[in-house]
């Protein structure tokens, strides 16, 4: 069992920057493959990147590339998400998840954990 905790959201200008961080806990962190996903008002929750276990593969909607890093400590329990140049598009509330089994990362159904979600306001 996995608990998540995102953290790191609020209000920012376009064009700023924000860090969004994922907490989890037990000590089984480091074997899960991690997860950010986003849902704006009124819209379907979509990937925005992932990361395997080791951190070694790592992967981005075309939204997010070039100006969303994805990271994690797992001496820490924790999983990043840098996210530089924001745009009002942006604005939604950002989850992570945790996956027990490898896989492309991409889908919503891959995802055995979830967190509870944190704001992410970003005005024009």
């Known amino acids: 069992q996995v608990q998540l905790g995102e953290s790191g959201g609020g209000l920012v200008q376009a064009g700023g920057s924000l860090r969004l961080s994922c907490a989890a806990s037990?000590?089984?962190?480091?074997?899960?493959?991690m997860g950010w996903f986003r849902q704006a008002p009124g819209k379907e929750r979509e990937f925005v990147a992932a990361i395997s276990w080791s951190g070694s593969t790592k992967s981005y909607a075309d939204s997010a590339k070039g100006r969303f890093t994805i990271s994690r400590d797992n001496a820490k329990n924790t999983m990043y998400l840098q996210m530089n140049s924001l745009k009002p598009e942006d604005t939604a509330v950002y989850y992570c998840a945790a996956a027990r089994y490898s896989g492309t990362y991409y889908s919503l159904g891959e995802y055995d954990y979830w967190g509870q979600g944190t704001q992410v306001t970003v005005s024009s």
């Open positions: 037990g000590r089984t962190f480091s074997t899960y493959g």
